[in-house]
């Protein structure tokens, strides 16, 4: 029987270990990789994926018309939580399995998350960008007990944020419409997004929403916030109107922005110049422990599934 191709999409693999290579190679499969060390566009894709049975999938997009072109492909193993550059009901109709690492994010995306609410409230992007030009000029921050966080979804990661928050004392609100009441944890207070936005100093994003959907936050939203409050995004940067965020960062409304994702990546847009943004490559994810459990998952998902159909 032949032996199943694997195609690594992954613009970064095996940088720190050679493991998740070696599951692969060990358990006999024909493994081809994206030399370019760039995401894939989708036309790149159809061309690499030719005759390949699954691929190790970053957030490169996946879509029912990509399905069509690709009769060989049976698994699309996700190195990440987040589905959404999936479209999952076009990889059911076509009997594609997908396959996730929900477990190895929760850490280095709770913990980039509490980094960036701190940096924001002591004013790091701003004195980073006056030392920059020579200037000294102080400016005074806040104490995380000071302020009310509110976090947009209460998903696993979320739930770690909040871990990481009980130490300091803030009041925390959360809206996820997905969870009940009884499901979430004494002292944090569920409600709408309005009433969030209206009351939270932090607002944190940590949902799932399809791209097609459209942003979360737009003009009406931002303008909801509190007058001076800060965002933080470590989910997907579709999930916002970047146009009408610039705009509330650039007049005041909002203090201040930190952003690992974006509508469009690489960014290199105006929203990642403002003195009162903090932006980060797409790296919430990327420390040395959890990049290397995540590409054994992604690793291990694909000869679990090939073992599992051929038993």
Same mark, same amino acid.
């Given at each position: 029987?032949?032996?199943?191709?694997?195609?690594?999409?992954?613009?970064?693999?095996?940088?720190?270990?050679?493991?998740?290579?070696?599951?692969?190679?060990?358990?006999?499969?024909?493994?081809?990789?994206?030399?370019?060390?760039?995401?894939?566009?989708?036309?790149?894709?159809?061309?690499?994926?030719?005759?390949?049975?699954?691929?190790?999938?970053?957030?490169?997009?996946?879509?029912?018309?990509?399905?069509? *072109?690709?009769?060989?492909?049976? @698994?699309? =193993?996700? !190195?990440?939580? &987040? +589905?959404?550059?999936?479209?999952?009901? %076009?990889?059911?109709?076509?009997?594609?399995?997908?396959?996730?690492?929900?477990?190895?994010?929760?850490?280095?995306?709770?913990?980039?998350?509490?980094?960036?609410?701190?940096?924001?409230?002591?004013?790091?992007?701003?004195?980073?960008?006056?030392?920059?030009?020579?200037?000294? *000029?102080?400016?005074?921050?806040? @104490?995380? =007990?000071? !302020?009310?966080? &509110? +976090?947009?979804?209460?998903?696993?990661? %979320?739930?770690?944020?909040?871990?990481?928050?009980?130490?300091?004392?803030?009041?925390?609100?959360?809206?996820?419409?997905?969870?009940?009441?009884?499901?979430?944890?004494?002292?944090?207070?569920?409600?709408?997004?309005?009433?969030?936005?209206?009351?939270?100093?932090?607002?944190?994003?940590?949902?799932?929403?399809?791209?097609?959907?459209?942003?979360?936050? &737009?003009?009406?939203?931002?303008?909801?916030?509190?007058?001076?409050?800060?965002?933080?995004?470590?989910?997907?940067?579709?999930?916002?109107?970047?146009?009408?965020?610039?705009?509330?960062?650039?007049?005041?409304?909002?203090?201040?922005?930190?952003?690992?994702?974006?509508?469009?990546?690489?960014?290199?847009?105006?929203?990642?110049?403002?003195?009162?943004?903090?932006?980060?490559?797409?790296?919430?994810?990327?420390?040395?422990?959890?990049?290397?459990?995540?590409?054994?998952?992604?690793?291990?998902?694909?000869?679990?599934?090939?073992?599992?159909?051929?038993?």
């Amino acid at each position: 029987m032949t032996q199943p191709v694997v195609y690594v999409a992954l613009s970064q693999f095996c940088e720190q270990d050679e493991k998740p290579r070696k599951i692969l190679q060990d358990a006999g499969f024909i493994l081809k990789e994206n030399k370019t060390g760039k995401r894939l566009k989708k036309e790149e894709l159809i061309e690499v994926l030719q005759g390949v049975d699954a691929v190790l999938a970053g957030v490169e997009p996946y879509d029912v018309d990509l399905f069509s *072109k690709l009769p060989n492909l049976k @698994l699309i =193993s996700r !190195l990440g939580a &987040g +589905l959404d550059s999936v479209d999952l009901e %076009a990889a059911g109709r076509h009997d594609i399995r997908v396959m996730a690492t929900p477990d190895e994010v929760v850490e280095p995306v709770a913990q980039m998350t509490l980094a960036m609410m701190l940096a924001l409230i002591r004013c790091f992007p701003v004195f980073g960008g006056d030392f920059q030009k020579g200037l000294w *000029k102080k400016q005074t921050g806040f @104490l995380l =007990s000071e !302020l009310h966080v &509110g +976090l947009i979804g209460f998903g696993r990661i %979320a739930r770690r944020v909040y871990d990481y928050l009980k130490p300091f004392g803030c009041p925390v609100r959360v809206f996820d419409p997905f969870v009940k009441a009884d499901d979430l944890p004494q002292g944090v207070l569920g409600c709408d997004l309005e009433s969030l936005l209206a009351l939270s100093d932090i607002v944190s994003l940590h949902l799932n929403r399809p791209a097609k959907e459209g942003p979360l936050l &737009g003009a009406c939203e931002f303008a909801k916030m509190k007058r001076g409050s800060f965002l933080v995004n470590t989910a997907r940067g579709h999930f916002l109107d970047e146009t009408a965020l610039q705009e509330v960062l650039a007049g005041g409304h909002l203090a201040g922005a930190a952003l690992d994702v974006f509508a469009e990546e690489p960014c290199n847009g105006p929203l990642t110049r403002l003195s009162n943004v903090l932006s980060t490559p797409h790296v919430a994810t990327l420390t040395r422990g959890s990049r290397i459990a995540m590409e054994i998952r992604c690793a291990q998902n694909v000869v679990d599934y090939f073992s599992n159909k051929h038993r």
